[in-house]
Every structure is written in C-alpha cells, then in structure tokens.
C-alpha cells in the first residue's frame, strides 16, 4: 500500500483545511487509517483514526476535526476545523490491516505510512 497525503498549506488561526490521503495498491477499506502529527522537536502524536467503528479523535481536535473515507476513491480524509497555531505540524497519514483497536492510537504499530504534508496555523 502507498499512501499520499495532501492538503496542507498555510492558513490563518479560524480557518479550515482538508488533508486528503490518497492509497494505491490495494484497496484500504478493511484497514484502519490513521493520522498523526509532529510538530518541530517534538513526537508523533495521535490525531484521528477510522476503523470500522466510530472515529476516535485526541481530545485537543475533538469537535474540530473529521476524519472520513471514500472507499470508492480509495481515500481517506481529515477535515480541520477551528484551526489553532497549536496544529501547525506535518500531518501524515497511515494505515494497518491488523492493528488492535486497543492500539489504533500508537504510531509505530501502523505499517504503512505516507510522506506527510505540512499545515502551518498563524496567529
């Protein structure tokens, strides 16, 4: 599975982005897809994951963000609401067929992971 991730770009503290996340391969309707963030010095950190349950969300987006797919386009992707200088971070999205859901927020579990695309919040 390749993934790539798309979207960011640099946007006034209030403002909206959608990251996309674009898989080839293989179809990732079965997989769970994540996505996480990092900001400069700092450690991947969860933000929003889709299985085939509910979304689950980190507590700092909760009510800001919205992770969906689109199976039929292969896609998956994370609507940014509200957005605060604190996103500003590279975004990747990632993705795993097997992973518990007990684990979906752990970066390192995810096998597949795309290159990451920048979102910078201002004040």
């Known amino acids: 599975v390749q993934l790539q991730a798309s979207g960011g770009g640099l946007v006034q503290a209030g403002g909206s982005l959608r990251l996309s996340c674009a898989a080839s391969?293989?179809?990732?309707?079965?997989?769970?897809m994540g996505w996480f963030r990092q900001a400069p010095g700092k450690e991947r950190d969860f933000v929003s994951a889709?299985?085939?349950?509910?979304?689950l969300y980190a507590d700092s987006v909760k009510g800001r963000f919205i992770i969906s797919r689109d199976n039929a386009l292969n896609t998956v992707y994370l609507q940014m609401n509200s957005l605060e200088p604190e996103d500003t971070a590279v975004y990747y999205c990632?993705?795993?067929?097997?992973?518990?859901?007990?684990?979906?927020?752990?970066?390192?579990?995810?096998?597949?992971w795309g290159q990451g695309t920048q979102v910078t919040v201002s004040s």
């Open positions: 990632a993705a795993d067929e097997r992973i518990e859901l007990s684990s979906i927020t752990i970066p390192w579990l995810y096998e597949y």
């Open positions: 391969g293989r179809s990732i309707s079965s997989y769970r």
């Open positions: 889709l299985s085939g349950g509910s979304p």
